[in-house]
């Protein structure tokens, strides 16, 4: 009797609750305004909270109403494939584009909108993509349907090591490949109780990668033929690479947690709590692990070694991740795109830097933004990404807000090593050579089982199994190749005429 | 003719007559007497009709080559080529043979463990200490395998806390997480720790309902404790036991996608990997849905066959069956 | 009235509590000793995981990532626990929660309770029949696409019902607790039978009141079942101001930084792909989420330790 008395107060209470939730919602609704829905994905946490400040601010604004929809993006894909299947399809919706086998077929077969005219009509969406990624992105047809998330192709994971510690202990930093085990076991030496040196994943080893000659996990022309691209684990020196960290981490030089431990950061982790000397991190977190670092060891200080050997640059990334298209039902895309274009004309400032006082402050003339931690809750990156669009190629490298960072981190003097250091990085560039919309029908079918099959083994544990040898890779290229990779190579090779090193980067 | 015939008539009517709207009419009553138990059951009957069974036209896409856009109808059949796309993996046998020790270990040392502690509760006379132990150990069960794993890692890792504690005994690091033959062992282990407690829940809810008169019958015939416990808490038990035995069988092709996918790396994948994970990777991840569906109805009907069997083993052992 | 009736029945059990104790036989001290330290270690081996993540969630975040296994806080602080109770989205989504495990639980149960009693019947027509509807679903998932599609056509999509709607019974108590039903000694349903009480009746006033502990369990299992499903929430609503917890939780505890195109690690210069939330943070939201329905285990546990056959028989 009890237990029912209080169970139905429980739900009443909750009823209540979550009837008054649901009415605050209504009222950002105006009409007149242009409406349309969004869907996209979030990478930071999702508390989005609807008709914020910031929304009503940038609705009013732009006299639109947008209908946010978000998905966490680790649920992204599987989540939005059902929602294509339901034929459910918002008004602008996020996907991988024409690089992804699916929504290469939905774009196909007349799911979205093909968006040349729009380009046309409003110049500053098209100049907001180089035209080298427009040329990319057409389909056979010459027909566009895809605006591109872009991001910076330059994007080097500095090997980083505790300046303060190498000093303490007289040992200088690496200069090549062939001094890296021998400045490491020094380090070991010095320091028994810290990991000597540690990263996160190989994709961490890219720029140690470059010093071997090659861009890593990317397709680059045969050493015989330079009209014949082949697949990256084909590549003698990438191979070499691998048995090179093997080497490393028998020896007990490479973290014993490599490859076993899943959390994203734990090697960044290690570093910043003072329990690793060196580590392979992103360039933009330099700043924020000094701070982090600090509060273990107040003297700890980040330098950055530079591109081991002559080889030694950067592996540049592919400058798209993810897009978004319109609709093929969308009832009135010209909203849309005036819109689009608004927020890359009179809307730029806002869009950049938002609302004065809340997103960013002004200091001498010049527009600064305020740190998430300091701002408002309702203006901080988990309520702005929601409502973010196209941001222009140009801005995607931003050094005054790097040295901002450096600023909040109380070293704004290392601003300029870092600069440096990143700029030494990119001299040599290493891209991929491969044209992701190139398509091979094989690759689309099967290519992930064959991975699986036949590569995965050696590909992902020969660094932490020290019992897999070369012939085990040998063999297990033959394998794959036999099974229907020679097939992709033939494929992509033919698919893919302009075998010349892509340049993402406008002159 | 005119005497034959009714005589005839009357030689089949009588006979059938009497025979037929009897038993329709005795079936009728009977289910008509049971109108209520009917009703009972109807809403859930609809339900399943509708939530489970009206979708399950998708498992069609198992036989076809889905196209996201133009939907299930439209999409070409292509028979079975999902199917051997799994059957004819080289890792297939791979697979199916983790799959089954894994779950096999499950069972083996995990189905008795919630039993056991459910049996060492019940002998605690000490309310609050009983009370707390049962309540603490369901803990573990609300953390996901995200965050479980993360603990894990960070205890049998190379340099987790179990190895650091070896090294400075002077011991050698021992590689928990790496070794191939350690990886099933340390998925059944840290399996078991999560969940005995939260799987004891029913057996105590069991135990709760057995006559005490029982025990002192037991007693009164000179039984002493061990005995008891064999020959009256044991049997109380035994109808939970054998419906959770033979439920778990029929999940025998599901080891424990979350966990499974946690906990394991590249130098473990010839003892580690499983179905769901493999078919996460090459299937869910790719946006193959074709792929997924023909696996789940591979294992739905592996299911069917392990429990039909096991059902069939529990009738002849004198068992309740689960039909 | 109703705390009336309450006691009295609490007195029944008390007295067969002491009843049935006396009827046990002690075990030796040292077994007694041996089960102690067993549980106590069980009890230990469970808890320390939790007082780990409850000491991370209020610490400082740069003291977490040096010291992952702490069981005490270190620069001891409150922020996340303030940034929880600050962010509108996760109250509001704790709200949801809490509805739909109370009104989900509810209706699950009566959906259950009834077709479980119904289905212990084995001399009913078409029993096999019945049976076999309920066992196949748990064989054979639709999957997600032909589900989404019926829930669409249902008008459920962005409902908070659809939360409630999918996994509305699920077989595998279905079939426990009719297990259960069967255990329930025929004698007490027959007398009740003759005295002219209707199904219904037998089942609203002498099944449910002696199969408490098992309604208890059920009801638990199906309880935490909704508070645990991320899942519904996140595939079958896209207005994120009607998700679920769950849904919410995981986008903070797990790190997504690093996803870039196709699962592959494409890195960018974007600040905000660079913000994680902090390990206090993600420690914080954990408990936030788990507390509330570890509360709901000790209220629930009652039944699980009192014996009730007994009383049944008598009354």
């Not at chain 1, 209504?26 to 009409?31: A, C, K, L, V």
């Not at chain 1, 003698?236 to 028998?250: G, I, T």
């Not at chain 2, 036209?57 to 199917?83: C, N, T």
């Not at chain 2, 392990?306 to 069956?321: K, Y």
């Amino acid at each position: 009797m009890v237990n029912r008395r209080q169970f139905l107060t429980g739900a009443l209470l909750a009823t209540v609750t979550v009837s008054a939730c649901g009415s605050d919602s209504d009222e950002g609704g105006s009409e007149g305004r242009f409406s349309f829905t969004y869907l996209r994905p979030t990478w930071g946490p999702a508390t989005y909270t609807k008709d914020g400040p910031y929304e009503r601010a940038l609705e009013k604004r732009a006299n639109v109403d947008i209908e946010v929809q978000i998905i966490p993006v680790i649920d992204y894909d599987t989540k939005v494939n059902t929602i294509l299947a339901s034929g459910d399809i918002p008004d602008v919706i996020w996907g991988s584009g024409p690089t992804s086998a699916t929504w290469k077929e939905a774009q196909d077969e007349g799911a979205f909108l093909p968006i040349d005219e729009y380009l046309e009509q409003y110049p500053a969406i098209r100049e907001a993509v180089p035209e080298s990624i427009w040329k990319l992105l057409k389909d056979e047809n010459g027909d566009t349907y895809f605006i591109p998330n872009l991001i910076w192709p330059q994007v080097p994971f500095f090997l980083c090591y505790r300046e303060d510690l190498f000093e303490q202990a007289g040992i200088e930093p690496m200069t090549s490949l062939d001094d890296f085990a021998t400045v490491v076991s020094k380090v070991k030496q010095a320091f028994p109780d810290l990991v000597p040196f540690t990263m996160g994943y190989e994709w961490s080893a890219k720029e140690i990668a470059t010093s071997f000659g090659v861009a890593m996990f990317g397709w680059e022309p045969s050493p015989d033929d330079p009209e014949r691209l082949i697949p990256w684990f084909m590549k003698e020196p990438e191979v070499d690479l691998y048995f090179w960290l093997q080497d490393l981490h028998k020896r007990g030089l490479l973290d014993p947690d490599y490859g076993v431990n899943k959390e994203p950061n734990f090697a960044d982790d290690k570093f910043k709590g003072g329990k690793a000397a060196m580590v392979i991190t992103h360039w933009g977190t330099i700043a924020g692990a000094t701070a982090q670092l600090r509060t273990v060891a107040p003297n700890g200080s980040i330098g950055v070694v530079s591109p081991l050997g002559e080889l030694g640059g950067n592996r540049l990334v592919f400058p798209i991740d993810r897009g978004f298209y319109v609709s093929a039902r969308m009832e009135n895309p010209d909203g849309f795109f005036k819109f689009l274009n608004w927020t890359l004309t009179d809307g730029s400032d806002f869009r950049r830097w938002g609302i004065e006082g809340k997103t960013y402050r002004v200091k001498n003339g010049v527009k600064q933004p305020i740190p998430d931690t300091e701002r408002d809750k309702a203006y901080q990156g988990p309520q702005i990404e929601p409502l973010s669009f196209l941001g222009p190629f140009s801005e995607k490298l931003d050094w005054d807000q790097a040295k901002l960072g450096f600023e909040a981190a109380g070293i704004p003097d290392r601003f300029e090593y870092v600069k440096g250091k990143f700029e030494e990085y990119t001299a040599k560039e290493y891209p991929d050579y491969r044209d992701p919309t190139a398509r091979s029908e094989t690759e689309d079918k099967k290519g992930t089982q064959l991975y699986e099959d036949y590569l995965k083994k050696v590909a992902e544990s020969t660094i932490s199994d020290h019992s897999v040898t070369r012939d085990d890779w040998r063999r297990a290229v033959e394998k794959w190749r036999a099974a229907g990779g020679d097939q992709i190579i033939d494929e992509v090779n033919t698919a893919q005429k302009d075998k010349s090193k892509p340049r993402y980067i406008p002159q | 003719m005119t005497t034959t015939r009714p005589a005839a008539g009357s030689a089949i009517l009588p006979g059938r007559q009497p025979q037929r709207p009897g038993r329709f009419r005795k079936k009728y009553v009977e289910i008509w007497r049971y109108r209520w138990i009917y009703a009972m059951i109807l809403p859930t009957v609809i339900y399943f009709v509708i939530f489970a069974y009206l979708p399950m036209i998708g498992l069609q896409i198992a036989f076809k080559d889905y196209k996201v856009f133009r939907g299930m109808w439209e999409s070409p059949w292509v028979g079975f080529e999902h199917f051997e796309t799994m059957f004819a993996s080289e890792k297939f046998f791979e697979l199916i043979r983790n799959t089954l020790l894994i779950s096999f270990y499950r069972i083996l040392f995990g189905f008795p463990v919630p039993i056991i502690f459910a049996l060492l509760l019940n002998e605690v006379r000490r309310m609050w200490f009983k009370r707390s132990v049962q309540t603490v150990t369901y803990f573990p069960h609300f953390l996901s395998w995200v965050v479980f794993a993360g603990i894990v890692i960070n205890i049998l890792g190379p340099t987790g806390l179990l190895n650091t504690l070896i090294v400075e005994a002077g011991g050698e690091r021992v590689n928990f997480m790496t070794n191939p033959d350690l990886f099933r062992s340390v998925v059944v282990v840290t399996g078991i720790l999560k969940e005995f407690g939260w799987g004891a829940i029913i057996y105590l809810a069991a135990l709760s309902g057995i006559d005490p008169q029982l025990y002192e019958a037991a007693r009164v015939d000179g039984a002493g404790k061990l005995r008891q416990i064999w020959h009256v808490t044991l049997p109380g038990l035994r109808p939970v036991m054998a419906v959770l035995l033979v439920l778990s069988l029929g999940n025998l092709l599901d080891a424990g996608f979350d966990q499974i996918f946690q906990l394991q790396n590249a130098a473990v994948l010839e003892v580690g990997d499983i179905i769901d994970t493999y078919v996460y990777r090459i299937g869910l991840l790719e946006a193959q849905f074709e792929l997924a569906t023909a696996v789940g109805l591979f294992k739905g009907v592996v299911g069917l066959v392990m429990i039909v069997t096991a059902n069939h083993v529990l009738r002849r052992m004198g068992q309740r069956s689960i039909w | 009235m109703a705390a009336t009736a309450e006691s009295d029945v609490e007195l029944v059990h008390s007295k067969e509590l002491g009843q049935r104790r006396s009827h046990l036989d002690r075990n030796p001290w040292w077994a007694d000793v041996l089960i102690h330290v067993v549980l106590v270690i069980a009890g230990l081996v469970t808890l320390l995981p939790m007082v780990n993540i409850l000491a991370k969630s209020l610490s400082g975040s740069a003291a977490i990532s040096a010291n992952p296994l702490m069981l005490w806080p270190r620069a001891w602080t409150v922020e996340a626990y303030v940034y929880i109770f600050e962010t509108p989205v996760l109250m509001r989504s704790f709200g949801i929660t809490v509805f739909v495990t109370v009104v989900g639980t509810a209706l699950n149960l009566l959906f259950t309770t009834t077709a479980a009693y119904g289905l212990s019947k084995t001399y009913i027509p078409g029993y096999r029949f019945l049976m076999w509807l309920v066992i196949i679903p748990m064989l054979f998932g639709a999957g997600l696409i032909p589900t989404y599609i019926l829930l669409k056509g249902l008008g459920l999509i962005n409902s908070i019902w659809v939360l409630i709607v999918v996994g509305l019974v699920s077989p595998f108590n279905l079939i426990l607790m009719r297990n259960f039903f069967w255990t329930l000694p025929p004698e007490i349903e027959e007398s009740a039978r003759i005295d002219g009480a209707s199904d219904l009746q037998v089942l609203w006033h002498i099944v449910l009141p002696l199969s408490k502990p098992v309604i208890a369990t059920i009801g638990l299992f199906y309880g935490v079942a909704h508070w645990n499903d991320f899942f519904t929430g996140l595939f079958f609503i896209t207005d994120s101001s009607k998700w679920p917890l769950q849904v919410v939780m995981r986008s903070i505890i797990i790190d997504q930084s690093m996803l870039g195109m196709g699962g592959g690690n494409a890195p960018t210069n974007d600040l905000h792909r660079l913000i994680i939330s902090a390990d206090n943070i993600r420690a914080a939201t954990i408990i936030f989420s788990i507390v509330p329905i570890l509360m709901a285990y000790p209220f629930l546990q009652r039944y699980f330790v009192k014996g009730i056959i007994l009383g049944a028989v008598k009354s």
